[in-house]
């Protein structure tokens, strides 16, 4: 897994995940290793913080050159019982921006966060929020749905199943989740979005024709889901052809997590990146996190042009995002970090001596 025998091209990493600034060090090992030239770090959700907006703000603040962030949005209220995001959804987009996030990442349409909030993406709850992000051209890192496989018992992978990701008739079905989606891009045609992990169609090559050429501000990123690249391998001379003919909507990332390993992160950006510079036939490497598993089968690498691997590694993030980070302002993201901070004290899960956006903001200050 030597990187440095594959292309020397700026490479941006549009989907990493950064959990905990004990790990910032690590974090920045990784993207030593992985040889990028920036990476974009991706917020979610949660119920017991809030979001890890905090955590993205300090990487922001601590290398400004280095990292873009996409913010998680805040659905405290709506935990707590309210119908209604407070501030607004809209007004929350207004003020990500202003304090320097880059854009919006939504894991709200994984069917285990959908099912948390039970929130339609076609109903008056996200209406304004679509429509507002359109007119402001903002960049949406929008994960939807899951492989079909973990909506069937049988099939289901194991590592899946411990995570809580087998989907029973309690969940909204794979399609419902496509059909509320389609709703919006009709809504909002110009919406500028990423779908994560190719947005699940890797076994349908003829639909993610489709949806790129009815939307052209319509992008998948190719974020492991290992089943991706198998069913890429499987159809080989399609989906190269593919590629080369969507190469303006296709963007580089790797689902990388600080809380990994530098070897399984590592494994992760070469396995991309010999999928797509090479035409090996290689296997998963052994260094791999578990969520790409060890199949039995070979990948067989595409060996794009070098034109189109440009575009893939950093071009089209760079036209969707912009060239570099948004600069930080610094007095908005302290005074985010202790609003985030005193909601994750009333909502009750999160011990003070744990509260990491509280910790954050008192560093920023420094």
Request: glycine share 4%; net charge negative.
């Amino acid at each position: 897994m030597d990187l440095s025998k594959l292309m020397n091209l700026p490479v941006v990493d549009s989907h990493v995940h950064f959990w905990d600034i004990g790990s910032t060090e690590n974090m920045m090992n990784i993207a030593r290793e992985a040889r990028y030239h920036r990476v974009n770090v991706a917020s979610i959700i949660s119920r017991e913080k809030v979001n890890f907006n905090p955590e993205a703000l300090y990487l922001k603040a601590k290398y400004p050159n280095l990292f873009y962030a996409f913010g998680g949005l805040d659905y405290s209220a709506v935990f707590m019982g309210s119908k209604q995001a407070e501030p607004s959804l809209p007004e929350q987009a207004d003020k990500l921006m202003g304090m320097g996030f880059d854009g919006i990442k939504m894991v709200e349409g994984k069917p285990l966060a959908w099912k948390m909030l039970q929130i339609p993406f076609d109903s008056d709850f996200y209406e304004e929020f679509f429509a507002h992000a359109e007119s402001l051209g903002l960049p949406v890192l929008f994960h939807v749905n899951d492989p079909e496989e973990f909506w069937e018992a049988e099939k289901v992978p194991k590592w899946a199943k411990e995570r809580g990701w087998f989907y029973d008739n309690t969940y909204p079905t794979k399609e419902q989740l496509y059909a509320e989606v389609e709703n919006v891009l009709n809504r909002c045609p110009n919406l500028k979005v990423i779908f994560a992990h190719f947005y699940f169609l890797s076994a349908d090559l003829e639909r993610a024709a489709r949806l790129l050429d009815e939307y052209e501000n319509v992008h998948l990123d190719l974020t492991p889901g290992i089943e991706m690249f198998y069913n890429f391998s499987a159809k080989w001379d399609a989906w190269r052809n593919f590629f080369i003919s969507y190469q303006d909507q296709l963007v580089y990332g790797t689902d990388i997590s600080s809380g990994q390993t530098l070897e399984q992160a590592v494994a992760r950006a070469w396995l991309v990146r010999n999928f797509l510079e090479t035409d090996e036939e290689f296997p998963v490497p052994p260094s791999a996190d578990s969520l790409l598993g060890q199949p039995e089968a070979p990948l067989k690498g595409m060996k794009l042009p070098p034109i189109v691997l440009k575009k893939i590694y950093a071009k089209n993030f760079e036209r969707i995002a912009g060239k570099k980070p948004k600069e930080l302002n610094l007095k908005a993201a302290i005074a985010e970090c202790r609003r985030i901070g005193t909601i994750a004290t009333q909502l009750g899960k999160i011990k003070p001596e744990e509260n990491s956006a509280l910790r954050i903001a008192s560093l920023l200050k420094q």
